[in-house]
């Protein structure tokens, strides 16, 4: 008795599979040399990930936003070597000059130290509002 067997695939498909698996294997454990078709074919597969994915994948990697501190400080010096801060005007409430005086350096002594105020002038815009403070101190 003769059996016939019915294959469903075409021959030499498990050949082919085997050689692309191979394949596959070898630019898995990059083992081909510099030079080589499969070796240029690697490092071009590498580039095109690297040039392209940013515009496919959301890699979330956008800066911090960094707010500036919330009394919006800048020191700077003058020639005589005394410290020059430049408080914005939202940081204090108007009042006397006592209480200004007060308000400015509870402001600048967590950023300086102990320090005496010689002098403040008020910076106003070109319509008169208060844009903030200039504040000459002397380390004690």
Known sequence: MHRAEISTSAPG??????????TVRSYVL????RGTLHYDIMVTLILLFIFLSPRVINFN??????D???TDVIVT???EGRLVYQVAASAITPGDDRSVRDQLLRIIEPI?????I??????RDGKGRTQGYKVVVRRE
């Open 112 to 116: 300086s130290g102990a320090v005496s």
């Open 30 to 33: 990059w083992q081909h040399d």
């Open 13 to 22: 498909a498990p050949l082919l599979m085997n050689a692309i698996w191979r």
């Open 118 to 123: 010689v002098s403040y002038d008020v910076v």
């Open 77 to 79: 010096t003058d020639g």
């Open 68 to 70: 500036p501190h919330p």
């Open 61 to 66: 990697d956008k800066p911090i936003a960094r």
